[in-house]
């Protein structure tokens, strides 16, 4: 450490014990022994509970495990963190069953859970000016086999937005909700962020917004969800938002960016107002 020490003098900083080994840690501007530094200061995995004295990884959650575990271990389907009991085999035979432990804690299971989520984000959207005709919709939980054999909406990778189409000239003339369906199992977080998408359609039938281009509808639903995830602003919440700016999907993806932009630009009351008014986003 650059200084001459007496051997009785050169002790750890955890046992307070002489540091004899010519190998040691430094840590703080301290040495400690290496088992010290192991056992009382090095970060765990928190996969197998190793200290992690070389290199390691981290993940946006802080959760810090051994680097090897990412080769054998699937991510959760949902937040991305690995998943003890469930290995990249797994993942091959049922893409749909990772699911970590902190999902599965908060998870809408239940339809009569999820109806009653419904309001305060009916209310949220009401406040910045997106209001609407009928509240009165009905919201159900589908298994995703159920979800991906239902027909007749516009489907979302998790949600799904029923209404009927009535059509004039080989145009969408008005259309009627019939009711919202989610994936079953959602962790509570990302399930209220697919509401707020799923509402967003059904706020432009309601108004007859029923000939935007799919990447405006899309985009518009998106940066609602978007919205909403910053407003409550939880480390989960910033997450899925993130996922939403970053998803590379030309029709999710894009669309968002595009709304983005476009708020940047003329501001969020001026897009709802054109879609009210014009039905059709700004210029
Ligand atoms: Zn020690
Ligand atoms: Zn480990
Ligand atoms: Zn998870
Ligand atoms: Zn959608």
Redo the contacts with the bound molecule.
């Keep these: 450490m650059g200084a001459d020490w007496h051997p009785e003098h050169f ?7 002489p ?1 004899t080994d010519s190998r040691f840690y430094v840590h703080d501007g301290q040495p ?2 290496p ?3 192991a056992d ?1 200061i090095a970060p765990r995995c928190v996969i197998c509970n190793k200290p992690l004295t070389s290199r390691y990884h981290a993940n946006y959650w802080g959760d810090t495990f051994c680097t090897d575990h990412t080769e054998t271990l699937a991510p959760c389907n949902y937040c991305g963190r690995l998943v003890p009991h469930a290995t990249k085999k797994t993942r091959r035979r049922s893409i749909d069953d990772i699911r970590c432990n902190i999902c599965a804690s908060t998870a809408i299971e239940h339809a009569p859970q999820a109806q009653h989520l419904l309001p305060p984000l009916i209310a949220w959207l009401e406040q910045q000016g997106v209001r609407f005709r009928h509240k009165n919709f009905r919201l159900e939980l589908l298994d995703r086999t159920d979800f991906l054999s239902r027909e007749g909406g516009r489907r979302d990778p998790l949600g799904l937005t029923t209404s009927t189409r009535y059509m004039r000239n080989r145009r969408v003339d008005h259309a009627v909700v019939d009711s919202i369906a989610i994936v079953k199992g959602l962790p509570a977080t990302l399930f209220e962020g697919v509401c707020v998408h799923e509402i967003g359609h059904v706020w432009l039938v309601q108004h007859n917004i029923v000939n935007l281009p799919i990447m405006d509808e899309e985009g518009f639903c998106e940066w609602l969800a978007h919205r909403h995830y910053l407003a409550v602003g939880s480390k989960a919440d910033r997450f899925y938002a993130q996922r939403i700016a970053q998803n590379s999907s030309p029709i999710y993806g894009d669309g968002f960016r595009k709304l983005k932009r476009l708020e940047d630009r003329v501001g969020f009351d001026q897009i709802i107002q054109s879609l009210l008014r014009k039905k059709k986003l700004p210029l």
């Design positions: 002790r750890c900083s955890v046992c307070q014990q540091i400690c022994h088992t010290c530094f009382n």
